[in-house]
Nanobody, 125 residues
Framework: QVQLVESGGGLVQAGGSLSLSCAAS????????LAWFRQPPGKVREFVAG????????YYEDSVKGRFTISRDNAKNTVYLQMNSLKPEDTAVYYC??????????????????WGQGTQVTVSS
């Protein structure tokens, strides 16, 4: 069982930066892929970035490539999302999530088993 708790959201002006953290409880953290999804107001939840459970390969949604960076610290059971050059369209609730153990990350939210409660990111123009 994995429990995920996000932190670091807030209000920022366009062009600014925010760093999100997601602390995980449970054992064998390094055996889980991890991802960030977001849900803009009135829209469906969408994939933002993911990092694999084995060698830490990273994946990004096209609109955030070059602006967002996902990373993980297995010693701290934490995954991060560094967000730079933020745009108003990045406004959303951001969720940390993990699929079942040893399962690859994917862009489909249906493949994930564990979800955090979400943290609000608001980018003003």
């Amino acid at each position: 069982q994995v429990q995920l708790v996000e932190s670091g959201g807030g209000l920022v002006q366009a062009g600014g930066s925010l760093s999100l953290s997601c602390a995980a409880s449970g054992r064998a953290f390094s055996d889980y892929g991890l991802a960030w999804f977001r849900q803009p107001p009135g829209k469906v939840r969408e994939f933002v970035a993911g990092i694999s459970w084995s060698v830490g390969i990273t994946y990004y949604e096209d609109s955030v490539k070059g602006r967002f960076t996902i990373s993980r610290d297995n010693a701290k059971n934490t995954v991060y999302l560094q967000m730079n050059s933020l745009k108003p369209e990045d406004t959303a609730v951001y969720y940390c999530t993990a699929p079942p153990r040893h399962i690859a990350v994917t862009k489909s939210p249906d493949r994930y088993r564990y979800w955090g409660q979400g943290t609000q990111v608001t980018v003003s123009s």
